[in-house]
């Protein structure tokens, strides 16, 4: 393992979402996983099935969050950076490069950052990690629905679907919308 070049792959999920966390995945693979590409290209019980084999077979992973709080606090950039930062943080062995999906480097003060666009479908590593943070994300967001039954985030997961916009315009935002977004504004007093 000392003479293998170890890339971290890292992605985020969750951005574009009206409600809930930012979640980041950070994982550096060991042997290669069939079926890896863009989370959001893969359906949910195929996204199931990687997480856990990635988890399994990986050699090393760490998830990153960022609550609603602080997104809501902090904005948008702050808050990926926050995450990535935490899943970062869990990989505890040495690694060469980071790669980023996406052309904006949120781990400024890292040296070895490589920013690839569509890193998520060409990267191993990186598809890797939008899966794990992908799979997370949905999980944290459908136990959000056991407190928030009202709003279907465990349809949706938070995006801003037909039917979000309908629960939203009928029962107002809660605690868990992103209140800074134009669609949510108007709820602001």
């Not at 992973?61 to 930062?85: P, Q, R």
């Not at 990267?123 to 990690?129: D, G, H, L, M, R």
């Amino acid at each position: 393992m000392a003479n293998d070049f170890l890339i971290v792959g890292l992605d985020e999920v969750g951005r574009g979402c009206l409600a809930g966390p930012v979640v980041a995945g950070a994982v550096i693979l060991g042997k290669p996983i069939v079926g890896l590409m863009d989370s959001k290209k893969l359906n949910k019980v195929k996204r199931q099935k990687l997480d856990i084999i990635i988890r399994r077979d990986a050699i090393a992973f760490g998830i990153g969050i960022t609550s609603i709080e602080d997104v809501n606090m902090h904005g948008l950039t702050w808050s990926i950076s926050h995450a990535m930062k935490n899943a970062l943080n869990s990989i505890n062995i040495k690694f060469d490069k980071i790669i980023i999906d996406g052309n904006y480097n949120f781990l400024p003060k890292e040296s070895n950052v490589e920013l690839i666009i569509k890193a998520d479908n060409t990267i191993p590593a990186v598809s890797a990690a939008s899966i794990i943070a992908k799979t997370h994300r949905d999980n944290l967001m459908i136990n959000l629905s056991k407190e928030f039954p009202e709003y279907g985030f465990e349809k949706h997961v938070g995006y801003g679907t037909k039917l979000h916009f309908e629960m939203i315009n009928k029962y107002g935002p809660c605690i868990q919308h992103r209140m800074f977004y134009k669609p949510l504004a108007r709820y602001v007093v």
